[in-house]
């Protein structure tokens, strides 16, 4: 029996149609700028968001990373989200190998960083003090997206502050589809975005980093530093094109089925749904029955997200279909909380 995998919309299969365009893809040396598939790839993203350039990197952690390490220096500070995934779940790694401070903001339940907040955390120009030099946001951030008053406010505050401004948006084109407005409009105001092909989009692999050509340069310099010189990677650059060609309305799907499951979870006595936006639903269950939700679900055929968020998430993607959620609202109906 085939899984219901709804841990993450990371475990998406290539289509048929994306192995074909893979296949025929023409590919060069990227690390010597001649991959015609990756420059087609990084050109087209970077017009259709509105930057002057663009990089298409292995992951979204690196793509973050080089965005940090091209904003900051070492001795300098990055404010960011206690819960975002650019602080909690990337290793640390701007810390470890920029040797950039983080200075964590608690979230409101929408994710947005209280803007007086991020103020009060900037620090004064005084030897005592790291070099407050960038504010990274994240949309969707567990599925939510931030508001674009808030995020016309934090671009207000950075200029005013002379701090750069970079968004996290792995999951930007959902949010799109969310706002009902282009892409280009959720990446506007900041001075750079990483967007990752990996995720719900459906690509087996890749990241891109937008920004101006100054810091897509330091960037990419930065890339081959962390061993991120990938050779022929045309054939993962088809793959993105095609993930934007064809994958990016269906988005609308997901997010109704997550809205449909959410729903059909509403009505089982004893679970509780605490969020469903964009393709995230979160589930509260005790503590105490989570090890035999996690086995009967297993049975049953459906893998989930359990323990390491505070609650049960489930992500709707690709390969999950209007049958799949309804087998797992019914597996999920005959467990006993
Ligand atoms: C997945 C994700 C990343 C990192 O992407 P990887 O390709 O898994 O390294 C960064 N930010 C957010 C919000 C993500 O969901």
Same mark, same amino acid.
């Given at each position: 029996?085939?899984? &219901?995998?709804?841990?993450?919309? /990371? ?25 015609? /598939? ?20 292995? #992951?979204? #952690? ?27 779940? !990337? ?13 964590? &903001? ?12 991020? !103020? ?7 030897? +005592?003090?790291?070099?407050?030099? %960038?504010?990274? %946001? ?27 401004? +970079? %968004? ?8 799109? &589809? ?21 995720? @719900? ?32 990677? @045309? ?11 064809? +994958? ?15 729903? @059909? ?8 749904? *605490?969020?469903? +936006? ?19 679900? *297993? ?20 390969? &999950?279909?209007?049958?799949?959620? !309804? ?11």
């Amino acid at each position: 029996m085939a899984m &219901i995998d709804l841990r993450s919309d /990371t475990v998406t299969q290539p289509t048929e149609a994306m192995r074909e365009a893979m296949l025929r893809a023409p590919v060069g040396d990227d690390v010597y700028g001649e991959d015609p /598939t990756v420059n087609a790839l990084q050109e087209r993203l970077a017009g259709e968001l509105g930057f002057a350039a663009a990089l298409f990197v292995p #992951t979204g #952690t690196q793509s973050n990373l080089l965005a940090l390490m091209s904003h900051c220096e070492r001795g300098d500070e990055y404010i960011v989200g206690a819960d975002a995934h650019t602080y909690r779940f !990337e290793g640390g790694g701007a810390a470890v190998l920029g040797s950039i401070q983080p200075q964590p &903001i608690p979230q409101d339940a929408d994710g947005s960083l209280p803007l007086d907040k991020v !103020e009060a955390a900037i620090k004064p120009i005084d030897p +005592h003090f790291a070099r407050s030099r %960038l504010l990274a %946001l994240e949309n969707t951030w567990h599925g939510r997206t931030l508001e674009f008053g808030y995020m016309a406010q934090a671009r207000e505050l950075a200029t005013r502050r002379g701090l750069g401004l +970079h %968004l996290d948006g792995a999951r930007l084109y959902n949010a799109a &589809i969310a706002y009902g407005r282009p892409a280009r409009d959720v990446a506007a105001g900041f001075d750079s975005v990483s967007v990752c092909l990996s995720k @719900g989009l459906g690509a087996p692999v890749g990241s891109v980093l937008l920004g101006n050509a100054a810091l897509i340069e330091r960037a990419r310099r930065w890339k081959k530093v962390t061993g991120g010189g990938w050779r022929q990677a @045309g054939m993962l650059a088809a793959a993105a094109m095609h993930a934007l060609d064809h +994958h990016v309305e269906r988005l609308a799907d997901d997010h109704a089925r997550a809205g449909r499951l959410a729903d @059909g979870l509403r009505r089982i006595e004893g679970l509780k749904v *605490t969020a469903c +936006h964009t393709n995230m639903v979160f589930l509260d269950v005790p503590a105490a029955r989570l090890k035999d939700l996690a086995a009967h679900m *297993t049975n049953a055929g459906v893998r989930l997200s359990i323990g390491y968020l505070p609650s049960v998430r489930l992500v709707t993607h690709l390969d &999950i279909d209007d049958a799949a959620i !309804e087998q797992t609202i019914a597996a999920f109906g005959s467990f006993a909380y």
